[in-house]
């Protein structure tokens, strides 16, 4: 465990004689056949084939034609699938019609009669819109698209919603207005082209260790990092890579950090005026750059509000607009 082994699992992959084996095809034996699914842990979304003997999980090996880990793993996709089998879990359905109510087992046919019957119940005397479905974000886009599908079909309305939008609201946002789109704009892929890589408030390692192995590959590469994060994680100094710049800004002062990195930018001319003429608004732009180019914007003037040294902003902005 003190080692800097981050149990992917990809050596007990690679293994050609077997002398490193998952603990559990030990104790359960070969597997029979497998089902490819998608590991529900993150956002990256690793694909990987469920190894399986009659309905026992055996091993979870990365899919190599995943899109998304092109045969990769982290330690939670790959060894931390136990809650499939655990006692804990609720494989009965249990009605209680009071939360002071005791849980007590049921069919599943008076479990999914209770249910429809409350719905139609509720909605009988509420109106159709008094009822609706929330998702949770480990669910896949099938399960997702199944419940607004029951949402949108059975229950007549559009209360349907993913809790992914929850934390991903603000980001969603800021997206949409200025991309016109809430998603990520690039796939996982284009970070093996990138230069400089700025983290803003994510841990990759810790949250998305797929995408973080792929990001600290380029690094070793040669691409610099600038991680913006009131937290040392663990990408700003690990054996191999080393963030070239942290700035350890105050927690809510992100935006202030931004714009003093813009307003170094801008006001050292090292903007790409060609790349900005063919794409941006050219009023809309005028109004941004004549705004971050304001003195209360400099980095001098938000060190104390942001707790980041002037010097280091002046340094991260240079590198972030001349890397390439
Ligand atoms: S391949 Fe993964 S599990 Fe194996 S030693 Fe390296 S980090 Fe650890
Ligand atoms: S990075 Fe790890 S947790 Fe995330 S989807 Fe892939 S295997 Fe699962």
Redesign the pocket.
Known sequence: MESECVSCGACVAACPTATLQEKTVIMLGQSEHSVVT?????????S?KAEMKGNQVVRMV?HKNGQ??EGH??????FAWGYATHKDRITKPMIRAKITDPWREVSWEEALTYAASEFRRIQAKHGRDSIGGITSSRCTNEETYLVQKLVRAAFGNNNVDTCARVCHSPTGYGLKTTLGESAGTQTFASVDKADVIMVIGANPTDG????GSRMKRRIREGAKLIVVDPRRIDIVDTPHVKASHHLQLRPGTNVAVVNALAHVIVTEGLLNEAFIAERCETRAFEQWRAFVARPENAPEATEELTGVPAASIREAARIYATGG
Not at 38 to 46: D, L, N, P, R, S
């Open positions: 998608t590991c529900a842990y993150c956002g990256v979304g690793c990987f990365p998304a880990n793993a982290c330690v939670k996709g790959r998305h260790p797929v995408f």
